[in-house]
Structure formats: structure tokens, C-alpha cells
């Protein structure tokens, strides 16, 4: 790895880290900055979950506060979010290289969707809450959609958050911001999960994954400041038409 390709994939890892912080779909940067960087599809999505970690533990960090009060609702859904990652994660590694380049534009496509609606996605939440009876239950619908998140995130990830956050609302009845807090801890836990099973047995490449790291916690800390000027709405729309593109031309790839 060259400086030049260290500093674009430091900058990559600062802008996902800072859309992660105000908008999710982080990886649609990330992610196709690696295979940019010539890392085989499925090395660059194993990469690209170790480098972003360190950004989900800072953000659960900061909302401690909020994760306090959710101790038994946390300690349930554990479980599902292990499991869940586990599966994944031995799925992708099961997925041949030449399967995973055909499978990973549909996949982008799919979490450029996922970040396009997402407004509309809260907005349904809100208005069918469909919750649990009250703040201690936990439906078991919630217990199924976070062991498939938990799947998805660990297979692939970007719109992870999106997902999870969208369904938190319409199954919890509970404030907006210690939702985001447990959807974040999820998050975590996910993908901690995902990070060690791949350090143990995926092709991780650690020098950009440790390169990007140090970018994705910055972009989390430094970044999200900047991008609320920009404004969520025009950053959305930004990640959108980058993953669009990326989308396009891994197709034109496989042509």
C-alpha cells in the first residue's frame, strides 16, 4: 500500500465515519474506495467491516447515558445479534469470490435504496407503531428482524443502521434517542461479532483496514459537524448518487 493509496482511503474512512454519524450507508464510501484501491469484492467487504468498528464503539460511547436504562432489553437481544452475525459471517466466507462480485451490486443497490428512503422509512415507523405493550416487553417479531439485520450486517452491512433504527420504531415504544443508542449498540455487537470471526478466518487486509480506522473513528468525532452543515437531506442525496454509480459500474464489470 502506497501513500497515495493510504490518504484515499484515509479520506474515505473520515467521510463514512461522519455520514455514519448523521445519515447511515457509510460503506457505500468506504466500501467501493477499497475495490477502487484493486482489493477483490469480498476482501474489500471483510476490510471494510473491520476499518469501520472502532466508529460504532465511539458512537456507543457517547450515548452511555441513553444505553443505561435499556440494560434488560440490551442483555435479550444479544443473543439474536450474535447468532445472527455468526451466520453471516460464515456465509460470506462460504461465497465463492467469483458469486460475491456477481451478488455485490444488487447489494449496493439494495443499501442505496435503503439510504434513499429513509425518511420515508421513520415516517411509516411513526405512524404504524405496531409496538411492544410496553417499555420491558420485546416482540418476538423483534427478536426475529434483529437476527436477519444481524445476518445482513455481518454478510454485507451498509444500510445496517437504516434497517435497524427503522424497526426499533415501529416495534419500541420508546424515545427516539435511546433508540438510535440501542440501534448503535446493536451495531456494535454485530459487527464485533463479524470482526472477530473474520480476523480469525477471512482474507482481512489489516494495513488498510488500520489505516481506515483511525479515519472512520475521526470521521465520527470531526466529521459529523461538518456534514450537519451540509445538511442530512443534501448528504443523503450525495451518498445515493455515489452508490448508484458504484452500482453501475460493477455492473458494467460483470458485462
Do not use: C
Not at 30 to 58: E, I, M, Q, R
Not at 157 to 182: E, S, W
Not at 188 to 206: D, Q, R, S
Amino acid at each position: 500500500m502506497d501513500w497515495l493509496e493510504a490518504f484515499g482511503l484515509l479520506g474515505a474512512a473520515l467521510l463514512a465515519g461522519a455520514v455514519n454519524a448523521v445519515a447511515g450507508g457509510g460503506s457505500l464510501i468506504s466500501f467501493p474506495a477499497l475495490v477502487s484501491a484493486g482489493y477483490p469484492a469480498k476482501t474489500a467487504n471483510v476490510t471494510n467491516t473491520v476499518a469501520l468498528w472502532p466508529g460504532y464503539l465511539g458512537g456507543s460511547l457517547g450515548y452511555r447515558e441513553e444505553l443505561r436504562y435499556q440494560r434488560r432489553r440490551i442483555v435479550r437481544l444479544v443473543a439474536p445479534s450474535v447468532l445472527g452475525a455468526l451466520a453471516g459471517s460464515a456465509i460470506l466466507l462460504s461465497t465463492s469470490e467469483s458469486a460475491f462480485d456477481y451478488i455485490v451490486p444488487f447489494l449496493i443497490l439494495f443499501a442505496t435504496g435503503l439510504t434513499a428512503f429513509q425518511e420515508r422509512l421513520r415516517e411509516f415507523a411513526e405512524r404504524h407503531r405496531m409496538t411492544a405493550r410496553n417499555a420491558e416487553h420485546i416482540p418476538v417479531l423483534l427478536f426475529a428482524g434483529v437476527f436477519l439485520f444481524a445476518v445482513y450486517g455481518a454478510y454485507f452491512g451498509a444500510g445496517l443502521g437504516i434497517l435497524t433504527f427503522a424497526v426499533l420504531m415501529v416495534l419500541v415504544p420508546d424515545d427516539l434517542q435511546r433508540l438510535n443508542a440501542l440501534k448503535g449498540l446493536l451495531s456494535l455487537i454485530m459487527n464485533a461479532v463479524a470482526v472477530l470471526y473474520f480476523a480469525a478466518f477471512g482474507p482481512v487486509e489489516w494495513a488498510p483496514a488500520a489505516v481506515m480506522a483511525v479515519g472512520a473513528v475521526g470521521g465520527g468525532y470531526l466529521g459529523a459537524g461538518i456534514a450537519r452543515r451540509l445538511g442530512q437531506e443534501r448528504l443523503r442525496i450525495a451518498v445515493v448518487l455515489f452508490g448508484a454509480a458504484m452500482a453501475v459500474v460493477l455492473f458494467v464489470r460483470l458485462l
